[in-house]
T-cell receptor, first 113, second 117 residues
Framework: EAGVTQSPTHLIKTRGQQATLRCSPI?????VYWYQQALGLGLQFLLW???????NRGNFPPRFSGRQFPNYSSELNVNALELEDSALYLC????????????FGAGSRLTVL | AQKITQTQPGMFVQEKEAVTLDCTYD???????LFWYKQPSSGEMIFLIY??????QNATEGRYSLNFQKARKSANLVISASQLGDSAMYFCAMREDRGSTLGRLYFGRGTQLTVWP
């Protein structure tokens, strides 16, 4: 069974640009979660999608947005990139909101220059 | 206030010995879940063990056990018979089963475990 896959593995952008990160959940999982792991800040919850809808959002500005597609894959978009957006972005999936365990992907490392 | 506190930035243990990684949590929600994840240098978060707030028994998964002390709000991870491959960052996390924070995991800052031969 394939795990959670994320692309790209690494992404380098400059300030003001937009970044798009992609996530494919485990087959059969309907919930996708995005977390930011920035140096010194730990893992911060970004977004939760379930059945195509945004269900919850962390304390991030609106320039962080995303969506979930009918096949349950997801995109995270970060507009107007700032230097402090440099981080590892982790995607996780679960088999719904009642599921206990989140399975994480290997992450996409975004570097903003 | 921090939802999850891990007070040990780094821990060292000799191979084959047991080690305890500390975690305390803060919630007023009667229903919650506690998790431990391992993050090797590759970056992927690997699920280790889960404990529900209403579970009577401490959770165990192979060499991992969770020492759940509800009154003290602690959820320490015990790794028995440490292996060199256990060297990684370990994160304690909590999920609250309330509407406003549903779906969100709160993570601690992590403990870097180093296993030496």
């Amino acid at each position: 069974e394939a795990g959670v896959t994320q692309s790209p593995t690494h992404l380098i952008k400059t300030r003001g640009q937009q970044a798009t990160l992609r996530c494919s959940p485990i087959s059969g999982h309907t919930s996708v979660y995005w977390y930011q792991q920035a140096l010194g800040l730990g893992l911060q919850f970004l977004l939760w999608y379930d059945e195509g809808e945004e269900r919850n959002r962390g304390n991030f500005p609106p320039r962080f947005s995303g969506r979930q597609f009918p096949n349950y894959s997801s995109e995270l978009n970060v507009n107007a990139l700032e230097l402090e957006d440099s981080a590892l972005y982790l995607c996780a999936s679960s088999s719904g909101s009642g599921a206990n365990v989140l399975t994480f992907g290997a992450g996409s490392r975004l570097t903003v220059l | 206030a921090q939802k999850i506190t891990q007070t040990q930035p780094g821990m060292f243990v000799q191979e084959k010995e047991a080690v305890t990684l500390d975690c305390t949590y803060d919630t007023s929600d009667p229903s919650y879940g506690l998790f431990w994840y391992k993050q090797p240098s590759s970056g992927e978060m690997i699920f280790l063990i889960y404990q529900g707030s209403y579970d009577q028994q401490n959770a165990t998964e192979g060499r991992y056990s969770l020492n759940f002390q509800k009154a003290r709000k602690s959820a320490n991870l015990v790794i028995s018979a440490s292996q060199l491959g256990d060297s990684a960052m370990y994160f304690c996390a909590m999920r609250e089963d309330r509407g406003s924070t549903l779906g969100r995991l709160y993570f601690g800052r992590g403990t870097q475990l180093t296993v030496w031969p």
